[in-house]
Structures are given as C-alpha cells and as structure tokens.
C-alpha cells in the first residue's frame, strides 16, 4: 500500500530558530495534507496542497509540494514555544488516509 | 463545520475487560469515518473505516471491532482487552466527494492494566 516517510523523527531547536521537516513518497501523490498535533491533544488539520511545486504559507509556516509530487516539506520560521508538537503529512489513497510517522519538534525558549 | 464527540475521554480498564468506545458527528451527513490508534509519542495507526451505515473495515487484525449502527455513530468494541490495547484512540470523519480534510475527535486514552 501507499507509503510516506517522514524525517527527522524529532527535532530540538531553540526559539527562534528554523525548522524544517520532510515527507517522501516512492509513488506519485493526487495531493497532500499537513496536520498539526499538540501535546496532549489530537490532530488538526493544516493545509493540502494539490499542484505541482505549490507552495502556500500560513503565516510563518511554508508548505511546499515537489516539482514530481513525490515529496513535500513544511518550513517554520522563527520558531515560538506555541509550535511545539507533532506535525504529520498524510496522503490519500481510496477512502483511506496515510499518515507519515511524524516529525515532533521541541522549542526551548 | 465537523463536530467529532468522543467519550469517555480516559479509561482504565483490566486486561480480559470489554471495551466500547463511541464516536458521534455533527455538522455532516454521510461522511466516512475512521478509528486510529496512537501509542505514546508514535504515529497513527488506522484500525477501521467506514464509509456507511453497516459497511466497515478491517485495516489490522486483532482483537478489536468496529460498528457503525447509524450514519454518524461509530462504534469501536473488544470482548476481552490485551496490555497491548492500550493508546489513544482517535475518532476521524471525512466528508468524501473529494474533500479529504480529515477532523479528529478529542480522543479516548485508554490505559488497559
């Protein structure tokens, strides 16, 4: 079945720093989502991107889809305490939805 | 917008107990929903789908079933818990047509002892 990896597993950065992380796919992806968790809390819905090399920002979030829709990133600039948590990609195969295995990000301040 | 209602929020429960979780959606009609699972600090593990009344699926064998009795009632049971069962058990609903933003209950925590 489809697949998605995801790197790196977790990240620590200080606030203020970058933070960067990735999701891949060995087929052609239709689209794909970015879903943010909290600690404690349960996932909640980002962003999809659907054409290739899109790229959207949500404020001091970048998503981008690759040229091949194979991969896509999600960038955080400047990191706060707030973004601590979970970040997920996910794609959609059938009824289904695959979820990446996650990439958690700590912030110190 | 999806309302996803899920209860109870924490359980614990011994191993060999039965278990009934109920997820219930607001706000849509017809949607497919879906049972996770997530173990501490890991990613989500798809149990079951549903795409309508009565109609489920099995993504993972084990010692858990799902039921849906009404279009926006969907149910996840056991007839006796392992140690193993224990996670957080989210509650998911997408409207289809393509639409593909999938709305998450609060989750269940269950910790089987």
């Known amino acids: 079945g489809q697949q998605v990896m995801q790197i790196p597993q977790y990240q620590h950065v200080q606030e203020g720093e970058d933070f960067t992380t990735y999701c891949n796919s060995s087929?052609?992806?239709?689209?794909i989502q970015w879903y943010k968790q909290r600690p404690g809390g349960h996932p909640v819905f980002l962003i999809q991107l659907v054409k290739s090399g899109e790229v959207k920002k949500q404020k001091r979030l970048t998503f981008q889809f690759g040229e091949a829709k194979k991969n896509s990133s999600l960038h955080i600039t400047a990191t706060q305490t707030t973004d601590v948590g979970t970040y997920f990609c996910a794609v959609t195969g059938g009824f289904k939805t695959i979820f990446g295995a996650g990439t958690r990000l700590f912030v110190k301040a | 917008s999806q309302t996803i209602h899920q209860w109870p929020a924490t359980l614990v429960q011994p191993v060999g107990s039965p278990l009934s979780l109920e997820c219930t959606v607001e706000?849509?009609?017809?949607?497919?929903l879906y049972w996770y699972r997530q173990a501490a600090g890991r990613g989500l593990q798809l149990l079951f789908y549903s795409v309508g009344i009565g109609q489920i699926s099995s993504e993972v064998p084990q010692n858990l079933s799902a039921s849906r009795p009404q279009d926006r009632q969907f149910i996840l049971s056991s007839k006796k818990l392992l140690l193993s069962d224990s996670g957080f058990y989210l509650c998911?609903?997408?409207?289809?047509?393509?639409?593909?933003?999938?709305?998450f209950g609060p989750g269940t925590r269950l910790l089987v002892l």
């Open positions: 998911a609903c997408k409207q289809g047509g393509g639409v593909e933003t999938q709305y």
């Open positions: 706000g849509t009609s017809n949607p497919n």
């Open positions: 087929t052609t992806l239709s689209n």
